[in-house]
């Protein structure tokens, strides 16, 4: 009996959006299980063994759970290969992989902002933050997520003066894709791929934030958009929250929230007012009354799936092999590294050159110094993020692609997988360390001493860590290595995240992680081994800062 599809999903999601999108696109037949994001849901501990990053979508497919909407849409692509949305060149797959690093950059402002302009002034008007705090407090008892959840009901996720900020950036990103689709239908390749799945369900809801993309200043934007909205795959995937939040918009309920409760006096009568009446409505809509009553336990994996039928089954079809990213090397490869000494990203990348015997140039930007902000590197990648590498002239963007694209100049690397089953494996590894970025990245900038985080600030990063390695040990103490039965790319990427905290904050404040001990011992050996046998043929040239 075949089991059936479930997606694992928010409401408005844009996230979610594009597994829905690819999903109805491949003809595939699934069920929505609901997480509610606005009564923490995605954090109660039935969700997080499930999704160990708490965050949606998730996707149950052949017996096991995806996470991170570009694993879930990747595993998709190899799993059912007849209706194709990866681009058909080696050059447009890494144009597309700039595209989905570009906006995963820009959602880390975008978040915030909906935070600070929706999710946060709807509670704040909907419920007190008593009952707030007591509604997610069903869900998990983890302080730090609590925390995150009365920072927002206070409105203290971004100042104004950060707002702007934020919306001046995410306008640039607006303007980088308007210019993209000059005389282009599409954004890569001239055909409908993973690049615009990637890019649409977070624009189209820009204008929720107070994020105007107008005819006049972005025509091709809108034509780009009015197209896409017209598939069958994007009328579908199109949630009531949308059409809701596009009603608050047009009547200016939004902005109008927002001016009441940012401004620096007190509200008017008149604004007393409006925030009185919309009370009820937002309690309504969020069913805080509903969400307060004792028989209420916040379980998130209680109703039954809603079915969404499509019109083809899933298929059998299983790729033998990974497609190769690019030709094998030649004598006259020429290889830069953009990346930072401190970061544990950069790190991993440099361990697959050196695995390799690749001779390569490494410029250091420096992230305490915002170097990766500076036009002459913003030139070089679009989404101010590091690592980079420059190869013959073609910039590769994301670490785990850039380390796929290596991997395939030279099979015997083995890094990663001609099994698809496991090459999905070492993404998910992948993508759980990635969920540990904004509770990595808040000690690392305490650790440099140019950021200082408060004892409740590092507490609670700590603790969410505490959360992320106590998976990592329970899954160790069941495996040698994290994917099959040897090293692989998954390993590079966890032993440098494990060497980064060791630097931030060391691991003597983690409980219960003697399983990753000695797993951290077994990797440094086969990893020193694997680049010491390269030693004679790699070579790092350094430059301190670009030029």
Same mark, same amino acid.
């Given at each position: ?30 069920? +929505? ?7 923490? =849901? ?7 063994? +499930? ?31 007849? #209706? ?50 007591? #509604? ?136 007393? #007012? ?13 069913? +805080? ?15 039954? &799936? ?11 079809? #299983?790729?033998? *092999? ?45 992230? &305490? ?14 989404? =101010?993020?590091?690592?980079? +590498? ?8 994301? *670490? ?20 698809? =089953? ?8 992948? &993508? ?116």
């Amino acid at each position: 009996m075949t089991q059936d599809i479930i997606l694992y999903d928010y409401d408005g999601s844009p996230c979610s959006r594009r597994v829905k999108i690819t999903l109805i696109e491949k003809g595939i037949t699934f069920k +929505i299980q609901s997480i509610d994001l606005s009564k923490m =849901q995605q954090k109660h501990p039935d969700y997080l063994n +499930i999704n160990p990053n708490g965050l949606v979508p998730a996707l149950a497919i052949d017996g096991r759970v995806l996470f991170e909407s570009s694993v879930i849409n990747d595993y998709l692509e190899d799993r059912y290969p007849d #209706i194709s949305l990866s681009a058909p060149t080696t050059e447009g797959k890494i144009a597309t992989q700039m595209w989905q690093t570009c906006e995963l950059a820009m959602a880390k402002l975008y978040r915030p902002l909906m935070y600070s302009r929706i999710s946060g002034p709807f509670h704040h008007i909907a419920c007190s933050k008593d009952e707030f705090l007591r #509604i997610a407090a069903k869900a998990t008892d983890n302080p730090a997520h609590l925390a995150w959840e009365e920072k927002i009901w206070n409105l203290e996720v971004l100042t104004p003066t950060e707002q702007e900020s934020y919306t001046r950036e995410i306008y640039q990103f607006a303007d980088r894709v308007e210019r993209a689709l000059e005389n282009k239908r599409y954004l890569v390749d001239d055909q409908f791929t993973f690049a615009d799945i990637a890019v649409y369900p977070r624009m189209n809801m820009f204008s929720m934030a107070g994020i105007n993309l107008n005819e006049e200043n972005y025509p091709n934007v809108k034509r780009w958009m009015n197209e896409l909205q017209n598939r069958r795959s994007f009328r579908e995937s199109k949630s009531d929250l949308d059409n809701s939040m596009a009603k608050l918009r047009q009547f200016g309920i939004i902005d109008q929230v927002n001016r009441i409760l940012y401004q620096d006096k007190a509200p008017s009568l008149k604004d007393r #007012i409006v925030l009185k009446a919309l009370r009820p409505v937002f309690r309504k809509a969020f069913k +805080i009354e509903d969400a307060l009553k004792p028989s209420f336990t916040n379980h998130p994996i209680i109703a039954p &799936a809603q079915s969404h039928e499509t019109t083809i089954a899933p298929k059998n079809e #299983i790729p033998s *092999s990974r497609k190769q990213a690019s030709k094998p090397l030649s004598g006259g490869d020429k290889f830069t590294l953009y990346g930072d000494i401190h970061s544990p990203i950069c790190q991993r990348i440099e361990w697959v050159l050196a695995s390799m015997g690749i001779k390569y140039q490494f410029k250091n930007i420096d992230l &305490a110094k915002k170097q990766h902000k500076e036009l002459s590197f913003s030139a070089l990648n679009p989404a =101010q993020e590091l690592p980079l +590498i420059v190869h013959n002239g073609q910039c590769i963007y994301d *670490s785990l692609f850039i380390a796929e694209y290596l991997d395939s100049l030279n099979p015997d690397l083995n890094l990663f997988s001609n099994n698809f =089953q496991e090459l999905c494996s070492i993404r998910l590894w992948n &993508a759980f360390d990635m969920g540990m970025h904004k509770e990595f990245g808040l000690l690392f900038y305490h650790r440099l001493g140019l950021k200082k985080a408060s004892k409740d600030e590092f507490d609670n990063a700590i603790n969410v860590l505490n959360e992320k390695l106590s998976y990592l040990e329970t899954h160790l103490s069941e495996h040698k290595y994290l994917v099959a039965n040897r090293l692989s790319y998954a390993d590079y990427v966890m032993f440098s995240r494990l060497k980064g905290i060791r630097f931030v904050c060391g691991l003597e404040r983690f409980h219960s992680i003697d399983n990753i001990k000695l797993w951290e011992k077994r990797i440094n050996k086969e990893i020193n081994k694997a680049m010491n046998s390269q030693s004679d043929n790699s070579q790092k040239s350094k430059v301190e800062a670009i030029s």
